[in-house]
Structures are given as structure tokens and as C-alpha cells.
């Protein structure tokens, strides 16, 4: 059984960068079948897509985050991480981690997502 587990602080003051982990068990992060991403809810919006890290370790990013986000990846953890710098309270949201099944283009296994808030 796949799992997904987010982790990191839940409060992020102002202009500082909010650091995430998704640590996965049951499955490896370099296998080509699947792809892992980061997405997000800010309270009362819908699902916002931040980025995915590859099989091989590629990244790609919304465009509208691109300028502020990192994705990496310790493969000896099987875990990856997101970044978010210069944050504002905008930023506040459930943070999710998912596993992107590649060929299929759908999402098969999330994390159970983690609040973090940006306030001073």
C-alpha cells in the first residue's frame, strides 16, 4: 500500500520561504511509471497545481508560481520536498502531496494534505 505523508511547519511568517516534505512508503519515487507533485487549497478556492518532480528527477511548474518554487527530491529517503519563497498570507492553504500516474495522467494516491498558515 502507497503512502504519502506531508510534513513541515504550520506557520510561515511573512517573505519567508515555507519548506515542505512528502516522505513516501510503498513505493519508490524513481519508478518511470509515476510522476509526484505538490498542490494546494487556499480556504474557499478550489485545487491550485504548484509542480511535479519526475521519475528522473525533472521538475516542472506552474507558471504563475514558477518564480517562487523549488521541488527536489533525496531519493536515499524516498521523499521530496517543496519550497515556496517570499510568502504572503495569499499563501495560506492545505498543502497535498500526490502521486501522478503517468500514462494515465490521474492522480492515484494523496497525502492527507497539511494547513499551513502565513502570518506574522
Known amino acids: 500500500q502507497v503512502q504519502l505523508q506531508e510534513s513541515g511547519p504550520g506557520l510561515v511568517k511573512p517573505s519567508q520561504t515555507l519548506s515542505l516534505t512528502c516522505t513516501v512508503s510503498?513505493?519508490?519515487?524513481?519508478?518511470?511509471?509515476?510522476?509526484w507533485c505538490w498542490i494546494r487549497q487556499p480556504p474557499g478556492k478550489g485545487l491550485e497545481w504548484m509542480g511535479v518532480?519526475?521519475?528522473?528527477?525533472?521538475?516542472y511548474y506552474s507558471p504563475s508560481l514558477k518564480s517562487r518554487t523549488s521541488i527536489s527530491r533525496d531519493t536515499s529517503k524516498n521523499e521530496f520536498s517543496l519550497q515556496l519563497s517570499s510568502v504572503t498570507p495569499e499563501d495560506t492553504a492545505v498543502y497535498y502531496c500526490?502521486?501522478?500516474?503517468?500514462?494515465?495522467?490521474?492522480?492515484?494516491?494523496w497525502g492527507q494534505g497539511t494547513q499551513v498558515t502565513v502570518s506574522s
Open positions: 510503498g513505493g519508490s519515487i524513481t519508478s518511470r511509471y509515476y510522476a
Open positions: 518532480i519526475d521519475y528522473d528527477g525533472s521538475t
Open positions: 500526490a502521486r501522478l500516474v503517468r500514462v494515465e495522467a490521474l492522480y492515484d494516491y
